[in-house]
Nanobody
């Protein structure tokens, strides 16, 4: 099982980035994919998730700025991040979980995790 997060980088406040989570080794279309982030000195926090059927939910801090989507043909989930703020700076991780057909925010639900990609929002 592999989850590969990519697309991070340095961006100015107000800018945009699109993260990708490319996966292999499991039945992607049966899994929810979530994004979490961890800033230096802080606990990991939920960002957003999308179920196998396409339902999604967002943390309040990113709602209306971030958009999650999935391409089952490519076994990939995307996170479009707009209007980025310095407080969005963190390592972003994607994770996969199954067994429930509603969006789940709890990290314990997710069986598989990828390595992170660094997002830095700074002028």
């Amino acid at each position: 099982v592999q989850l590969q997060a990519s697309g991070g980088g340095l961006v100015q406040p107000g800018g945009s980035l699109r993260l990708s989570c490319t996966t292999s080794g499991f039945d992607f279309d049966e899994y929810a994919i979530g994004w979490f982030r961890q800033a230096p000195g802080k606990e990991r926090e939920f960002v957003t998730t999308i179920t196998s059927s396409g339902s999604s939910t967002y943390a309040d801090s990113v709602r209306d700025r971030f958009t999650i989507s999935r391409d089952d043909a490519k076994n990939t989930v995307y996170l479009q991040m707009d209007m980025l703020k310095p407080e969005d700076t963190a390592v972003y991780y994607c994770a996969a979980g199954c067994g429930y057909n509603r969006p789940v925010r709890a990290a314990s639900f997710y069986h598989y995790w990828g390595q992170g990609t660094q997002v830095t929002v700074s002028s």
